[in-house]
């Protein structure tokens, strides 16, 4: 489409910060629940119930999620050396949700950088397949720093890491 490499702004920089630090929380929650969990595990006699397998194979899941997030945190070094952003419109290929205790409602890009995004279920229903929407980027790690749809802001401040 569209793309273009601008100057990261000083409000850039405090929005992939606060992302960073949102991150970090969920970093350090999640290290404190396997330890709980761990902990616990200690004092039991039985290690490997149904309990503790389901909860060890969702941890590992975790795990992964928690590995991909340290590694997105180490690239945003390199956005803060270099403070270059994308500056990109990309266009609607397919739109989903999922069903689930609460619906995750999702984007879908003609892109390998940021090929899907998820929306609250208003923006869901105001975008169709076909339209485009204009995103800023950080060049190194994706933290989006604006995503909109003909003008209007379409963040997903639930979803803002």
């Known amino acids: ?5 601008t100057r990261i702004t000083d409000k850039d920089i405090q929005t992939i910060k606060r992302k960073v630090k949102k991150t970090k929380v969920f970093i350090f929650i999640f290290l404190s629940f396997i330890a709980l969990w761990s ?9 490997f119930s149904i309990f503790n397998t389901f909860v060890f194979v969702i941890i590992l899941i975790a ?18 050396a270099a403070q270059i952003k994308i500056v990109n419109t990309f266009k609607v290929i397919d739109k989903y949700y999922t ?11 003609d892109s390998k950088d940021i090929p899907k995004y998820q929306v609250t279920k208003k923006t869901y229903s105001l975008i169709n397949i076909d339209d485009f929407i204009e995103i800023e980027y950080s060049k190194f790690a994706f933290w989006i720093l604006k995503i909109e749809h003909n003008g209007n802001d379409i963040e997903n401040k639930q979803n803002a890491q």
Do not use: A, H, P
């Open 99 to 109: 069903l689930k205790k609460s619906s995750n409602y999702f984007i879908v890009f």
């Open 39 to 47: 902990w616990g595990l200690s004092d039991s006699d039985t290690l």
């Open 63 to 80: 795990l992964v999620v928690l590995v991909l997030s340290l590694k997105r945190l180490q690239v945003t070094r390199n956005d803060l």
């Open 1 to 5: 489409m569209n793309r273009t490499e």
